[in-house]
């Protein structure tokens, strides 16, 4: 079984920062794609941005040039650094990781950008 632990989520005014951490633990190696997904208020969970373990990156188009992701192989770890975060940002942010094509899901973090 694989955990996914998040955190750094909070509230932040509009123009701020907050930076996202999650580590996988329990029977995994360096997942093949580790990511992030948000989930506004009444929407589907959208993806943010995801990072392969050769370092790939992919990110929507609304987060483009303002969030950064990047990744520790050795801890299987994946970060997401936001900023200059909007309202719209406010959402759940949720790990995922791709694990030999099992897909695993944090259990969210909440992420309020307050206007």
């Known amino acids: 079984q694989v955990q996914l632990v998040e955190s750094g989520g909070g509230v932040v005014q509009a123009g701020g920062s907050l930076r996202l951490s999650c580590a996988a633990s329990?029977?995994?190696?360096?997942?093949?794609?580790m990511g992030w997904y948000q989930q506004r208020p009444g929407k589907q969970r959208e993806l943010v941005s995801s990072i392969t373990i050769g370092g790939n990156t992919n990110y929507a188009d609304s987060v483009k040039s303002r969030f950064t992701i990047s990744r520790d192989n050795a801890k299987n770890t994946v970060y997401l650094q936001m900023d200059s975060l909007k309202p719209e940002d406010t959402a759940i942010y949720y790990c995922?990781?791709?694990?030999?094509?099992?897909?695993?899901w944090g259990q969210g973090t909440q992420v309020i950008v307050s206007s």
């Open positions: 995922y990781a791709n694990v030999y094509g099992r897909i695993y």
């Open positions: 329990g029977r995994v190696s360096s997942p093949t794609i």
